[in-house]
């Protein structure tokens, strides 16, 4: 429908992964050398999302969309053949890896349903849009009064179009919160809960260090 910019909006990870696999070493590496060129400011956390020796999967989802994984997390995400994005999870546990526009509260309930964001949920008081990102850019979309990011997408506009023309849709290609891909991508080996129940505390002393500094449970 021409309503939803969503891009995971029913996906369910059971049914609709189309392919899970893991990379060569090679590959892995030239993942993460992109990842370090577009977002420099992860600086040494690079290696806590991708620790040597670790491996890399790349789960292709839908028909255009392919997530990395490492670690049981899923970290970035690509469509076609464009740069890597910072899932919504990412985002929430390193907030400044994109630029970020506000939309006003009104706008909150539709983006959690998966419309695509008009402008004037941007340029209308509460929301904001300042910058100059370009048509095609990914930013990471917050609320007011919310401290994280509810979703992520892309500019269907650069951002000066959508200050001045104020209609139209302006992101598109999004993830938001309790989307599909939200929801399935709680960590495979939940170490937190394996803490709480007390077990597998071999297995958690094997596991590399900085285990605990990836853990999303209080970022969320």
Known sequence: SNWCGAMFQKWEAETDTRSHTQVKASIARNIKKEVAKLYPSLGDDL????????????MKCLQRVTVVESR?????YRVSDGPLIPTLRCL???????????????AIKHVLKGSKIMSPGLTSKGGDITGDMKAGDPVAVMA???PVAL?????????????????????DDLLYLNDGLWSASHPKN?????RKAGGKK???EEANEGEDEI????DI
């Open 151 to 171: 979703a992520v997408g892309k500019l269907v506009m650069s951002a000066e179009e959508i200050r001045e023309t104020k209609k139209g849709i302006a992101i």
């Open 47 to 58: 290696d806590k999302i991708f620790p040597k020796k670790h491996p890399v999967f790349l």
């Open 144 to 146: 007011e009064g919310m």
């Open 190 to 194: 939940d170490t937190a809960e394996e």
């Open 202 to 204: 071999k297995k958690q």
């Open 92 to 106: 929430h546990k390193y907030p400044n890896l994109l630029p970020q526009v506000t939309v006003d509260k009104g």
């Open 215 to 218: 853990n999303f449970d209080d």
């Open 72 to 76: 049981g997390f899923w970290w970035f």
